[in-house]
């Protein structure tokens, strides 16, 4: 069996409005819960994935290797820092995990 590669992602919200993104493959989504806000970007990265797979070599690669803008991956970075320093953990609305992707 081949190796899964581990994505990284992360999931922040509060009440019904979450998010979740993978910074390996720049894949967003946004959903009522923490739960279906993981569930819909595995799905998502799955069928990115699946996509990219019937494409030529040269597509694949670039699909399969595009990460989250510089800013973006920054502003979340920061957003975890600055909840970290405030001690803001006791609603525990952020939270960073690995995805497996067989690749």
Not at 8 to 26: K, S
Not at 34 to 47: I, P, S, Y
Not at 56 to 82: D, G, H, S, Y
């Amino acid at each position: 069996m081949q190796d899964a590669l581990r994505l990284r992602c992360y999931v922040f919200g509060h009440d019904t409005e979450w998010e979740a993104i993978c910074f390996d493959l720049d894949i967003a989504v946004a959903a009522a819960s923490r739960q279906e806000a993981r569930a819909m970007l595995e799905k998502a990265v799955r069928m990115h994935v699946e996509a990219a797979h019937a494409e030529p070599p040269e597509i694949r690669r670039r699909l399969l290797n595009r990460k989250a803008p510089f800013v973006t991956r920054m502003r979340l970075f920061l957003a975890l820092l600055w909840s970290l320093r405030a001690e803001r953990r006791a609603r525990d609305d952020r939270q960073g995990y690995t995805l497996p992707c067989p690749v």
